[in-house]
C-alpha cells in the first residue's frame, strides 16, 4: 500500500544505517524483516496479555486504547501508546491534523466506543456494522505512528469476543489474499465517508470465517472415549 510519508520531528526518524526503511527504535533493529517480525510477536504476546486481564463486561475507552498500544509497541518504540505528534499521508491522502487526534479519540470513545462495548449485539450483520463503523471511524483518526491497523482490527477482535464470537478471519494471506486486502481496504475508505455497508460486508465474512474455523476445530479435536 506504500509508505506513509511522514512530517518531520522524532516520530518521522528512521534507524540509523536501515536506509529509511524501519523507524528509529529502543532495540537499534535496522533490518525490515526482522522489525516486522518483532512487531509481529510483540502483537501477540500482548493480545494474550490482555485477554488475561480484559473484562468481557468492559468498555473500551481511548485511555484503554492507548494502554494497548503501549502494552504492544512499548519495548520497540520510545512514543508507544502515546498519540501521534507528527503529520501523515499515504498516496495522496491526508489524515487529520495531528494537534486534533486527542478531540477526534474523544469523540470516537464518546460516539462509538461507549455505546457499543460492551458488544452485546446478536446478529452477525449487526455485529459486522458495528465494528466497520469503529474500524473506519478509528483509521480515519490515524491516533499513532505506527500500528493503527492492527489495532484497530484488534479492537474489534475483542468486541467480537465479547459477543460470543472468534478474532476475525481476514485472510490477508494465502489464497485469495490479494483481493481481500483490496477489499478490506476498500470499505475502509467508503467508511471514511460515512459508507460503512462495504466494510460491514467484509467484516461480515471475516466473523464468519472465524465461527466456521472454530467449529471445524471443535470436530477435530479428540474425543475422551465414552466407558
Same mark, same amino acid.
Request: glycine letters at 10%.
Given at each position: 500500500?506504500?509508505?506513509?510519508?511522514?512530517?518531520?520531528?522524532?516520530?518521522?526518524?528512521?534507524?540509523?544505517?536501515? /536506509?529509511?526503511?524501519? *523507524?528509529?527504535?529502543?532495540?537499534?533493529?535496522?533490518?525490515? %524483516?526482522?522489525?516486522?517480525?518483532?512487531?509481529?510477536?510483540? *502483537?501477540?504476546?500482548?493480545?494474550?496479555?490482555?485477554?488475561?486481564?480484559?473484562?468481557?463486561?468492559?468498555?473500551? =475507552?481511548?485511555?484503554?486504547?492507548? @494502554?494497548?498500544?503501549?502494552? +504492544?509497541?512499548? /519495548?520497540?518504540?520510545? +512514543?508507544?501508546?502515546?498519540?501521534? =505528534?507528527?503529520?501523515?499521508?499515504?498516496? @495522496? $491522502?491526508? +489524515?487529520? &491534523?495531528?494537534?486534533?487526534?486527542?478531540?477526534?479519540?474523544?469523540?470516537?470513545?464518546?460516539? $462509538?466506543?461507549?455505546?457499543? =462495548?460492551?458488544?452485546?449485539?446478536?446478529?452477525?450483520?449487526?455485529?459486522?456494522?458495528?465494528?466497520?463503523?469503529?474500524?473506519?471511524?478509528?483509521?480515519?483518526?490515524?491516533? $499513532?505512528?505506527? @500500528?493503527?491497523?492492527?489495532?484497530?482490527? +484488534?479492537?474489534?477482535?475483542?468486541?467480537?469476543?465479547?459477543?460470543?464470537?472468534? &478474532?476475525?478471519?481476514?485472510? $490477508? #494471506?494465502? /489464497?485469495?489474499? =490479494?483481493?481481500?486486502?483490496?477489499?478490506?481496504?476498500? @470499505?475502509?475508505?467508503?467508511?471514511?465517508?460515512?459508507?460503512?455497508?462495504?466494510?460491514?460486508?467484509?467484516?461480515?465474512? #471475516?466473523?464468519? %470465517? #472465524?465461527?466456521?474455523?472454530?467449529? %471445524?476445530?471443535?470436530?477435530?479435536?479428540?474425543?475422551?472415549?465414552?466407558?
Amino acid at each position: 500500500m506504500g509508505r506513509y510519508d511522514v512530517h518531520v520531528g522524532v516520530e518521522g526518524e528512521y534507524e540509523p544505517g536501515s /536506509r529509511g526503511r524501519v *523507524l528509529r527504535n529502543l532495540l537499534g533493529i535496522k533490518s525490515k %524483516r526482522e522489525m516486522d517480525k518483532m512487531e509481529a510477536d510483540a *502483537l501477540v504476546e500482548a493480545q494474550e496479555h490482555v485477554l488475561h486481564v480484559f473484562d468481557a463486561n468492559a468498555r473500551l =475507552t481511548a485511555e484503554k486504547i492507548q @494502554g494497548m498500544h503501549e502494552t +504492544w509497541l512499548g /519495548r520497540i518504540y520510545e +512514543w508507544a501508546g502515546r498519540y501521534r =505528534t507528527v503529520e501523515m499521508a499515504k498516496a @495522496g $491522502f491526508v +489524515w487529520p &491534523p495531528a494537534r486534533l487526534v486527542s478531540q477526534n479519540m474523544d469523540a470516537l470513545e464518546r460516539q $462509538f466506543l461507549i455505546p457499543s =462495548t460492551p458488544c452485546r449485539a446478536k446478529r452477525v450483520e449487526e455485529i459486522a456494522r458495528i465494528l466497520a463503523r469503529i474500524q473506519a471511524e478509528f483509521l480515519l483518526v490515524h491516533p $499513532f505512528r505506527e @500500528g493503527n491497523g492492527r489495532m484497530a482490527r +484488534w479492537i474489534c477482535d475483542l468486541m467480537a469476543m465479547q459477543a460470543g464470537h472468534r &478474532p476475525l478471519e481476514y485472510q $490477508f #494471506a494465502g /489464497r485469495g489474499g =490479494t483481493s481481500n486486502s483490496k477489499a478490506y481496504l476498500r @470499505g475502509v475508505i467508503s467508511g471514511y465517508g460515512g459508507d460503512y455497508d462495504p466494510l460491514a460486508i467484509f467484516l461480515e465474512g #471475516a466473523i464468519n %470465517r #472465524a465461527d466456521l474455523r472454530a467449529l %471445524r476445530d471443535d470436530n477435530l479435536s479428540p474425543r475422551t472415549p465414552s466407558k
